[in-house]
């Protein structure tokens, strides 16, 4: 009989569940009393000593239970990403020297309201990003490509120093639910709609005060100075 995983049931609180877009809930509320009505049965069955019937129904239950949960973790997963309907502005970053090499980076979120720091070592910052793409009918219903910022983190110029010296990265989404991404990966006959999935990033120069602006399309990411400090940090790279 198949089981839910307890590392699944511990991610799927009340509170998530109705984050979730309604059409997943009443999928999910549907697949689930159709399951507990067969377990009805099946109790039904067992009392009338009619063990086949009620194995059955059992065996049914719990698969669209299993399935209810599934989808759900599933769904949990997919929130973490954001839609790419045409170029965004999905982050903005400003940076700070603190001493050589090392910089305070303030990552702004592409609507402004989230922020978070990071102390980043080197001479470059890099951001990585998550995108998958849909097959139709998928994306012609409608359901636009998706990406999560994944990391951010420190490169040094030359090569050697980025050989030895210490680097820096840090984590930018948190992974909920069934990771849609390592499923596609192993098992690509389980998501047959998902078209491609690739990494996309974008690198510059740090600089004291160098504001960056980085957008994506269904191309990838790209990175663009805002200010003097930022267009002056990439006119003498090299």
């Keep these: 009989m198949p089981e839910i995983s307890p590392e699944i049931i511990s991610i799927?609180?009340?509170?998530?569940?109705?984050?979730?877009?309604?059409?997943?809930?009443?999928?999910?509320?549907?697949?689930?009393?159709?399951?507990?009505?067969?377990?009805?049965?099946?109790?039904?069955?067992l009392r009338q000593k009619r063990l086949l019937s009620a194995g059955i129904y059992c065996s049914f239950s719990s698969v669209l239970l299993v399935l209810a949960v599934a989808l759900i973790a599933l769904s949990m997963n997919l929130y973490t990403y954001h839609r790419i309907s045409h170029e965004q502005d999905v982050a903005e970053i400003v940076f700070k020297q603190l001493r050589s090499q090392h910089y305070l980076a303030t990552v702004y979120s592409g609507d402004g309201y989230q922020k978070a720091e990071y102390i980043i070592k080197g001479d470059e910052w890099q951001l990585d990003a998550r995108i998958i793409k849909?097959?139709?009918?998928?994306?012609?219903?409608?359901?636009?490509?998706?990406?999560r910022l994944e990391r951010i983190s420190g490169r040094y110029r030359d090569v050697e120093e980025e050989k030895t010296e210490s680097r820096t990265v840090y984590s930018l989404s948190e992974n909920r639910g069934l990771d849609i991404w390592s499923i596609t990966k192993n098992h690509p006959s389980w998501l047959p709609w998902v078209d491609a999935y690739y990494g996309s990033a974008t690198?510059?120069?740090?600089?004291?005060?160098?504001?960056?602006?980085?957008?994506?399309?269904?191309?990838?990411?790209?990175?663009?100075?805002?200010?003097?400090?930022?267009?002056?940090?990439?006119?003498?790279?090299?």
Excluded: C, H
Aim: hydrophobic share 50%.
């Design 134 to 147: 849909w097959k139709p009918p998928i994306y012609l219903a409608g359901l636009d490509s998706l990406y």
């Design 203 to 238: 690198y510059l120069p740090m600089n004291d005060g160098a504001r960056f602006k980085i957008t994506l399309s269904q191309t990838g990411l790209l990175a663009r100075p805002v200010n003097e400090a930022g267009k002056e940090s990439i006119q003498f790279w090299d």
């Design 12 to 45: 799927i609180s009340l509170e998530t569940i109705l984050q979730l877009p309604l059409a997943v809930n009443v999928i999910a509320i549907l697949i689930v009393l159709t399951g507990l009505l067969l377990a009805v049965k099946s109790l039904s069955r």
